[in-house]
């Protein structure tokens, strides 16, 4: 899987565009960054899901509670906690 660093306007972080499973993924980490950092990339980049294929892909140092009720009537995601302690969520539209 080759991941492709993506330009992505008001993003401050590297965000990655890869092809997976019949879906397109962004992906980007979020772990070293202080708030409200992971919060303002992860806005911009939700804009960039536009169909059902479409994934966001975050990896967190924590679980990014106040983002999912600012979200949650466009957006669903599935969070699994990684051995490292950090989070991982994918993104999806509803």
Known sequence: ???ELILVPRATLDIYRFEEDGLTC???NA???QPP???VNSIVCLN???SEN???IVTYFHEPTPL???I???YSYKSVELDSGDVRVVFKLV
């Open 54 to 56: 479409d994934r966001l």
């Open 48 to 50: 960039l899901l536009k």
């Open 72 to 74: 949650s009537d466009k």
């Open 31 to 33: 772990t070293e960054c």
């Open 26 to 28: 962004y992906e980007f």
């Open 37 to 39: 950092e992971p919060m």
């Open 68 to 70: 999912y009720d600012r």
């Open 1 to 3: 899987m080759d991941k």
